[in-house]
Nanobody, 127 residues
Framework: QVQLVESGGGSVQAGGSLRLSCAAS????????MGWFRQAPGKSRELVAA????????SYADSVKGRFTISRDNTKNTVYLQMNSLKPEDTAVYSC????????????????????WGQGTQVTVSS
């Protein structure tokens, strides 16, 4: 059974940075498309960033382009989300997710396409 565990969340002031990590176990992360989604109170879940299992392709929400960077280290079974220039509107619970795929360049942006989810980590940005 695949398990995903996020870490690195916390509280920061606007303009600050955080780095989220998602460690995977129980499956071949190296063959998985990965993604970060977030959900704020009263809002629906939205894509933040997604990456192919090769790491060569990615996708970002318009609201985070130029500020967030998704990356992965398949030797450590870990995917990262570097978040810079954080804004109060980035406040949400951030969850990582993965889905096995044979397509090394495939990026999945729809949450319905993912089978495995972590519990999430809270990110709070104060103004």
């Amino acid at each position: 059974q695949v398990q995903l565990v996020e870490s690195g969340g916390g509280s920061v002031q606007a303009g600050g940075s955080l780095r989220l990590s998602c460690a995977a176990s129980g499956g071949p992360l190296s063959l998985s498309a990965m993604g970060w989604f977030r959900q704020a109170p009263g809002k629906s879940r939205e894509l933040v960033a997604a990456i192919s299992w090769s790491g060569g392709s990615n996708s970002y929400a318009d609201s985070v382009k130029g500020r967030f960077t998704i990356s992965r280290d398949n030797t450590k079974n870990t995917v990262y989300l570097q978040m810079n220039s954080l804004k109060p509107e980035d406040t949400a619970v951030y969850s990582c997710t993965c889905e096995f795929t044979l397509d090394r360049s495939k990026v999945l942006t729809n949450p319905a396409e993912y089978s495995y989810w972590g519990q999430g980590t809270q990110v709070t940005v104060s103004s």
